[in-house]
């Protein structure tokens, strides 16, 4: 699925669009948490990840986990230091007004699979 392909189904707000970002094609599976020690976990390519937690760390612990598109659920917005983090590092944010049990049952619908 690609991001634009999210931001339909999501009526979500592409915040950042990074034309550098490795993971511009198909985002194959999605991982939600607002726990970033789970994210650290993560050892896959093509992640999409799913969270209300919005903070630097996300920015941060998605570079680390090499996650190239972060969604932020609940009508949660970016800072302007967010934003800047994430386009240094080629990341890709949107958000959106969903629940993040709604956000997910829209793509698992859609075909997104899970992490696990």
Do not use: W
Request: aromatic share 6%; proline share 1%; with cysteine.
């Amino acid at each position: 699925m690609k991001v634009e392909d999210i931001a339909k189904l999501l009526e979500a707000e592409l915040i950042v669009s990074s034309e550098h970002n490795s993971h511009n094609g198909e985002l194959l599976k999605g991982f939600a948490s607002d726990l970033m020690s789970d994210v650290l976990t993560l050892e896959q390519e093509g992640i999409l990840l799913i969270t209300g937690l919005c903070n630097n760390q996300t920015i941060r612990t998605a570079e680390m986990a090499n996650i190239g598109t972060i969604l932020f659920v609940r009508k949660k917005m970016p800072t302007e230091e967010m934003i800047e983090l994430a386009q240094e590092n080629n990341i890709n944010l949107l958000r959106c007004e969903y629940s993040m049990f709604k956000t997910i049952g829209i793509l698992y619908s859609n075909g997104m699979e899970a992490v696990y």
